[in-house]
């Protein structure tokens, strides 16, 4: 099995190594599906691939010639990756040196691969300035776009791009995985694993400092809001919006609501197991928070969190998705 080194997806790997080994992979692929499971991942691995020297039998870069130390480095001359330069658009000064790169020979491998990552956050004149080398790129170019927001795609963009869904991996596999690498007991794996909804980088990331600090605010919002005036609600919606990465703000919000409905069950309950918290670290602060008037509508609060991560896949608008957020945290 080649792209041995990604976790899951069979069923992509399998097509992606049909198509390199026949090569007939299309000018244009477009690779969706939820953040976090690996695109980037497949499309690096499929540029690394396309300039390995030493190309076998079963597609996959070798890792061992001189053009995959170049491509694992990240300074291969044919393989570009163009990621937005802000965390809100892939500007047109960005698209328009690979516009011309698009349309160039390769310069040392047999092909030339551009990845361009968050693709639904081009711009609609740095989407127009690409689509001019989608419609007819030198057979030696392949351009794959990676995005969570397809829909999100100029129709134009998405016509000419042959589409490869890449789903949310099973849970099982994530836990695994962190189990392994992670060093996770078996019981926090499958804990976050579950949280993670199918995404290893959502699962991976409750162990980055930005997690933390994402926390620590969405901590605060719970700890005050409950009780607080329309003001305060608004500033809380206005912080969550504001946040560098929304969607692990809610996944924040989701681990902490995830941990006061455990202990407000358990405590109704007269359970006299010990709950095991995902954000143990900060174990006081939730026990507070889950004996106020959040523990109650714990539950309910859980429904609202998954719709907003829903609303945030489709790419809704952030702040009105996150006033309806901080409404229901607020109980208002
Ligand atoms: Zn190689």
Redesign the pocket.
């Known amino acids: 099995m080649s792209f041995t080194e990604i976790l899951g997806h069979d069923h992509v790997k399998a097509v992606l190594a049909r198509l390199l080994s026949r090569g007939r992979l299309p000018g244009a692929l477009l690779l969706t599906g939820p953040a976090g499971v690996g695109k980037k991942k497949l499309a690096l691995e499929v540029a690394r691939t396309l300039v ?3 190309p076998s039998s079963e597609p996959s ?5 001189g ?2 130390g170049r491509s694992g480095k990240g300074i291969h001359p044919d393989v570009f990756v163009i990621e937005p330069s802000t965390k809100t658009a892939i500007k047109i000064d960005q698209v328009r040196d690979s516009v011309r790169d698009i349309l160039s020979r390769p310069f040392e491998g047999r092909a030339r691969a551009f990845i361009i990552d968050d693709a639904h956050l081009l711009t609609e004149e740095a989407s127009n300035a690409l689509l001019k080398s989608l419609e007819e790129p030198p057979a030696t170019s392949h351009v794959l776009l990676v995005t969570a927001a397809p829909q999100s795609l100029l129709p134009t963009i998405r016509s000419r791009c042959q589409t490869v869904r890449v789903g949310a991996l099973p849970p099982a596999l994530v836990q695994g995985y962190l189990e392994e690498h992670a060093g996770l007991s078996p019981d926090d794996a499958q804990l976050r694993a579950a949280l993670a909804a199918g995404s290893l980088g959502q699962a991976l990331a409750f162990e980055s400092d930005a997690y933390r600090g994402a926390r620590d605010g969405v901590l605060k919002i719970l700890e005050t809001e409950p009780g607080g005036d329309v003001m305060g609600r608004l500033e809380s919606a206005e912080w969550m919006a504001d946040q560098e990465d929304v969607t692990l703000a809610v996944l924040a919000l989701r681990s902490l609501v995830r941990d006061v409905a455990a202990v407000f069950i358990a405590e109704t309950q007269g359970a006299s197991a010990e709950v095991r918290l995902l954000n143990a670290d900060v174990g006081e602060r939730v026990l507070r928070v889950a004996r106020g008037p959040l523990g109650a509508r714990s539950v309910a609060l859980w429904d609202a969190i998954t719709d907003t991560q829903e609303a945030l896949r489709g790419n809704a608008n952030k702040a009105l998705t996150m006033d309806v957020l901080i409404d229901a945290v607020a109980g208002a």
């Open positions: 390995c020297e030493e870069s070798c890792r061992r010639c053009a995959c």
